[in-house]
């Protein structure tokens, strides 16, 4: 937003600043005493309320609070930041244009110009969610991936490129193109903007909990929920809490084969241990200098996976450096640099801010490592790498013999299923090597196997056994944007190749970059034959398998794991490895560097040493360890020098928007509203609005609710929001066949997120949900007590409910909704006709999400959860003390009241999650997209 936007000069902060021979206007933050001991990250918030300062949302005393913060407080004040711009993926990027086009229609139904629902922030739409690894380990695998996800989308991309052309200041970057952060840092962000005459920090918030790789550039924004991000292009403000900061020093050097992963699973580690959640955490100190801008980014990139809001660097010389390799203009550069040196924003590592809390690395410290087997902050020592999957097999199989099942000690581990088996993959594992379920829970360090040999066209006869690693992935945003794992990747394909290695018959091997710019310098370094010949053959640019678009195994691997149980493995150089994500044949998944990845495709098994245990023999038959392969930083740094240069960035991005013939040739609807078709399965109208009246009607208390779902701690927005792919027999497939969609082309959740019938029907649906109304069941089942309490499909209850006018509550444990910036997680709970969710405690973006749905986030009383308050989930829930937001605050509790059967209650006060103001005008709006259109029709 630019000052034309702010009436309101409290500070007389407004100033002009002379840049070469260009001036522009400023908001001075000296003009406000206190902002210079700020840390950097609350700089930027400062600016952004100096600037926006309206007398109404914003006013003098928000600037004095955060010029006054106090690092040891608990966040109290709540604040509006207005972010410079948004940026979006197809997957969370389709429904946000959907209901801007549906907002469109609304406003001109109840009276207003259809014209002004515009983005009034920048947005701009990278599709990189779609492209699935279909084809792999050949060298046409991208020209036919490509193909197929037209196939599969082209309805969406013409909706997109509908929208591209009717809204204004909205832009698309095609598929093919590259991956949304990547595209973010290399090309779309700023650092510094340039709006109508006026210079500012470029901030922006993004449909992806990864949008946080800007903060690598010093560009604060944070994933936030397709619902806040449409929120915030329609120009409402993100409402928030001043946070705290969490000053993370960087000291020493990295050792030897050290990679920007082993430091990021190693910060992860670190911070999810501390607590960051709903924290900033800001790196400083002497060791900031020595972090080059990718691995800058690849920290910032994780900040979801510990939990925090943003986890930024500052501006300095290593940031000026990046935008020049990246292209930028000379204007540019020198405009960031006069910027942040005249807002006290570039980093002097002599002057350390005041911070809430501090952490401090060594990079010293740092040993290689990998994180698994289904959560980012379990880290493991790579030396340990072995025994750790030895220990944790034991939580993924059975004792063939007798069906019985590993014992679970929480919801977390007994949301895997268990399978009857037996443990480990093989190449030639020892038979002593076996061990029985008895021993395993005991702690043995032995491990059961199951070898199965599978007999193949392509590579003739292997063995299959537990811990296989099925698929190696090179992919995702994390690190895919980062030249030196990428070419060190290479280079030990190279040497692997030079030694006579080749990766396992078994495993399914994918490159999938996050910009253009890897193939030139892949090209440039003459590396790309090394990779292919290991399999690593590009499959797009995209975000593929850490999303869950790794696509199908081939067939024989994949019947003789499910034919006989196998616990198998992925190792993908990802951010996520949430259990069913990856894919639905695999149950273990790690964390690793693109270095890693290779060499765990050379090993074949999770169950190696790479100390100990040779990868092969070399052309003269002595044993080859990874140690033989793996690159110096020397060779990498070489590579480096003379394999990218500016060029490469200036000819990728020239005419990025444009598209190539496929993306051109798509045939585009016009006019001002969407023309829905009828029989379209993958865009529809919603029902957000749908009998809306021009004012809010009051909330109500809810009375006579039943319980959906009672879960337990750590259920991620993966569990609850659909992903992946549409599973026969579902009631997502039931809607899809009755509208004559073959099995073949159902697609992923992902890819149908613009169909809300399809979605509400994924929601709660994963495969690894472990319901505990009923005994012993996984995926999307509940009781339906208008049928006496029997099972049924979750959608199909909810249904029932619905046509009784049954509210609904979902009760939930520790960490509720942690994981993705997932909006279809809020959006699928409230079109289900759930009320209220009560949990022992909230992950931030998903909670504000819920309320921006119109569902209320209450939590328990501290110390008490579902089981210490002996709710089983057949309870009606009264839910009194909502009504009190219609007097214009939010009570602090609600009083909760659960009848059993019998007659018997537990009563108890539930604390009310609505945080902040804006927060509670959401809620009585019935969400945040009624709030914002009335606001609309009123101006």
Not at 33 to 52: D, I, M, W
Not at 345 to 371: C, G, K, N
Not at 523 to 543: D, I, N
Not at 554 to 576: C, F, H, M, Q, Y
Request: hydrophobic fraction near 35%.
């Amino acid at each position: 937003m630019s000052s034309k936007d702010s009436s309101v000069n409290s500070f007389g902060a407004k100033d002009t600043l002379e840049v070469a021979d260009k001036s522009y206007e400023i908001y001075r933050l000296d003009a406000v005493p206190g902002t210079e001991k700020l840390p950097y990250s609350l700089k930027v918030l400062a600016e952004n309320l100096l600037r926006t300062e309206d007398g109404a949302n914003i006013t003098k005393d928000h600037i004095e609070a955060i010029a006054n913060w106090d690092p040891s407080a608990d966040p109290s004040i709540e604040i509006q930041f207005t972010p410079a711009r948004v940026i979006m993926q197809d997957f969370t990027g389709v429904p946000c244009i959907v209901d801007l086009a549906t907002m469109r229609e609304a406003v001109g139904e109840l009276g207003g110009d259809p014209q002004k629902v515009n983005p009034l922030a920048p947005a701009d739409l990278v599709i990189d969610h779609s492209v699935i690894a279909d084809l792999f380990g050949r060298a046409d695998a991208f020209e036919r991936n490509v193909e197929i996800e037209y196939e599969r989308n082209g309805e969406r991309y013409q909706f997109l490129r509908w929208g591209q052309g009717a809204f204004n200041d909205f832009k698309v970057v095609p598929p093919g193109t590259g991956i949304v952060h990547q595209v973010n840092i290399e090309y779309l962000a700023s650092v510094v903007m340039d709006r109508d005459g006026v210079a500012y920090p470029d901030t922006c918030v993004g449909t992806d909990s990864h949008t946080t790789m800007e903060n690598g550039l010093g560009v604060l924004g944070w994933g936030v929920g397709g619902i806040e991000a449409e929120a915030a292009m329609l120009g409402q403000p993100v409402s928030m809490l001043i946070p705290r900061v969490v000053g993370f020093k960087l000291t020493g050097e990295r050792r030897a084969g050290v990679t920007a992963t082993d430091i990021v699973l190693t910060v992860t580690e670190m911070l999810r241990k501390h607590g960051v959640v709903g924290k900033f955490v800001e790196f400083y100190g002497e060791g900031v200098a020595e972090v080059p801008l990718p691995n800058r980014a690849t920290l910032g990139n994780m900040s979801p996976e510990f939990g925090s809001t943003a986890a930024i660097f500052p501006i300095d010389d290593v940031t000026i450096d990046y935008l020049r390799m990246t292209g930028r203009s000379d204007q540019q550069l020198a405009l960031v640099e006069a910027y942040a040196k005249a807002q006290g924003m570039w980093h002097d590592p002599q002057r350390e801010p005041t911070f809430s809390e501090y952490l401090e690395l060594d990079l010293a410290d740092v040993v290689p490592s990998i994180a698994g087997p289904k959560r980012p902050q379990d880290r493991i020592a790579l030396d340990d790498a072995k025994s750790a999957f030895r220990k944790d097999i034991h939580n993924y199989v059975g004792d063939g013999a007798n069906g019985a099942k590993v014992p679970h000690s929480n919801i977390d581990e007994a949301v895997e299923e268990t399978f009857p088996g037996s443990d480990p993959v093989s190449l030639s594992f020892a038979e002593e090597d076996s061990v029985d379920v008895v021993s395993a829970a005991n702690g043995a360090e032995g491990r059961p196997t199951n070898p199965i040999t599978v007999r193949s066209d392509e590579h003739g006869e292997f063995v299959l056994d537990h811990g296989a690693v099925v698929i190696a992935a090179i992919t995702s945003c994390t690190n895919t944007s980062n030249p030196e794992v990428m070419l060190g990747a290479a280079l030990l394909a190279k040497n692997a190749v030079d030694k006579g290695l080749t990766s396992k018959p078994w495993v399914k091997t994918t490159m999938a970059p996050g910009s253009q710019v890897v193939t030139d310098y892949y090209e440039k370094a003459g590396l790309w034959p090394y990779l292919e010949k290991l399999g690593f053959f590009l499959v797009g640019y995209g975000c593929t398998t850490c999303i869950g678009n790794s696509g199908p195994l081939p067939e024989e691997i994949s019947k003789a794991i499910n034919d006989n149980d196998l616990s198998v493995t992925a190792v993908l150089s990802g951010n996520r490895n949430f259990e069913g994500r990856i894919n639905p044949d695999v149950k273990m998944n790690y964390l690793a560097s693109p270095p890693l990845v290779i060499a765990y495709a050379l090993a074949g098994s999770m169950d190696f040493d790479f100390e100990n245990d040779c990868l092969g023999t070399d052309n003269d038959g002595n044993p080859v360890f990874l140690k033989d392969i793996w690159p110096s930083q020397q060779d990498i740094n070489d590579t480096i020098a003379g394999a990218i240069n500016t060029e490469m960035f200036v000819k990728n991005y020239s005419d990025v928007f444009k598209g190539d013939e496929r993306w051109r040739n798509l045939p585009t609807p016009s006019g001002d509203t969407f023309e829905w078709d009828a029989d379209s399965t993958y865009v529809r109208k919603p029902p957000y609005f749908d009998g809306m009246p021009a004012d809010p009607e009051p909330v109500s208390d809810i009375k006579g609710a039943r319980v959906l779902a009672l879960l337990g701690d750590s259920v991620t927005t993966d569990h609850i929001s659909p992903a992946g792919s549409i599973k026969s027999g579902t009631p997502a497939a039931q809607y899809l066949d009755s509208h004559g969609v073959d099995k073949k082309d159902y697609n992923s959740y992902g890819s149908r997120r613009g169909n809300h019938e399809v979605m509400i029907r994924g929601t709660f649906a994963n495969i690894r949900l472990r319901n505990q109304l009923l005994d012993d069941v996984s995926g999307g089942y509940t009781r339906d007590f208008t049928k006496g309490g029997e099972q049924a499909f979750i959608y199909d209850a909810a249904q029932n409910y619905a046509a009784q006018d049954i509210p609904l509550v979902v009760l939930g444990g520790k960490e509720y909704g942690s994981g993705s910036s997932r909006d279809w997680a809020a959006k699928g709970t409230g079109l289900l006709g759930v009320r209220a969710v009560i949990a022992e405690s909230f992950e931030r973006i998903h909670r504000s999400n819920l309320i921006g749905m119109g569902v209320i986030p209450l939590q328990f009383p501290e110390g008490e959860s579902a089981a210490s308050l002996k709710l089983d989930g057949t309870e009606t829930f009264d839910i009194s003390g909502i009504e009190t937001l219609n007097e214009g605050k939010s009570p602090k509790t609600v009083h909760v009241t659960a009848s059993k059967d019998g007659g018997d209650t537990v009563e108890f006060d539930a604390v009310v999650r609505i945080d902040t103001p804006g927060e509670a005008d959401y809620y009585r709006n019935g969400g945040i997209l009624q709030y914002v259109l009335r606001n609309m029709l009123k101006s």
